[in-house]
């Protein structure tokens, strides 16, 4: 019996006359932080899409979590954590509200809310901003508090999409010990990034070029493969052959 918390054969998603993302097949094991990257108008975002639940495929088979990507996309948003670089909380809400508001929505139980609610403000040493509007927080809480929000129902899987996108080097680098720390506790990490230092950290990386994943394989077996020094320089080398743009 595998261990993929995601599984997809063939996924395959068009616009009319247009095949946004062209048969991809890939598997990510529980626990993995999977660096999922492309250039603009690769398919990674409609990829995304069809992965979170929020689009449905025109073609090919999958799961998540272990539920069917043609018809659970339901079911799939529920049981899976997201977050996006454009900031999803609300700046009018404070951050105790923003908490209790994500919470209620993913299920949990007043008495669970407040514990769990009580875990993240110590966690991210916010307890006494618990009152403050998250319209007023620098924009490094801002993404450190929406990821703890998007974990908050302890998710098997979260989906995060360019979200150190805009932040300075030290916040990335906060950012991306939250993740760790997620991985280390068996959350599975799925993340797009512009950022190809970044790609570095992640256990295996995919690639999409017009539409399709043209590699898939850790950092270091991707940089021995294409005969280079860095991720950035492995992602150009794929990228330049790419025929369409966003």
């Known amino acids: 019996m595998n261990d993929y918390i995601i599984s997809v054969r063939e996924l395959t998603k068009c616009f009319g006359d247009f095949t946004s993302v062209n048969r991809i097949s890939f598997d990510v094991q529980r626990g993995e932080i999977f660096g999922f990257l492309g ?21 090919g088979s ?37 908490i209790r508001l994500f919470a209620g929505i993913y299920g949990l139980s007043k008495a669970e809310t407040e514990r769990r609610a009580t875990e993240v403000l110590e966690r991210l040493n916010f307890s006494s901003e618990r009152n403050t509007l998250v319209g007023s927080l620098p924009l ?53 990034t512009h950022y190809m230092d970044e ?11 017009d539409g399709e994943v043209r590699a898939l394989d850790t950092p270091a077996r991707l940089k021995k493969q294409y005969a280079t ?18």
């Not at 250039?39 to 073609?59: D, E, F, I, V």
């Not at 020094?229 to 966003?246: H, N, P, Q, W, Y």
């Open 39 to 59: 250039a603009n108008g690769a398919g990674k975002t409609t990829a995304m899409r069809m992965l979170c639940g929020l689009s449905y495929p025109t073609s």
């Open 62 to 98: 999958g799961t998540v979590a272990g539920w069917d990507v043609m018809r659970e996309g339901e079911q799939i948003k529920r049981h899976i954590g997201y977050m996006s670089q454009k900031f999803s909380l609300y700046n009018d809400l404070t951050v105790w509200e923003n």
């Open 199 to 209: 790609a570095e950290y992640c256990t295996r990386v995919s690639i999409m070029v």
């Open 140 to 192: 490094g809480w801002k993404q450190k508090l929406s990821f703890a929000i998007a974990t908050i129902h302890r998710p098997e899987v979260v989906f995060l999409d360019e979200p150190t996108g805009g932040v300075d080097p030290i916040t990335r680098r906060q950012f991306w010990e939250m993740i760790y720390e997620a991985a280390d506790g068996g959350t599975t990490i799925f993340v797009t």
């Open 229 to 246: 020094e860095s991720m950035d320089e492995v992602f150009r080398i794929l990228a330049r052959g790419a025929k369409r743009g966003e």
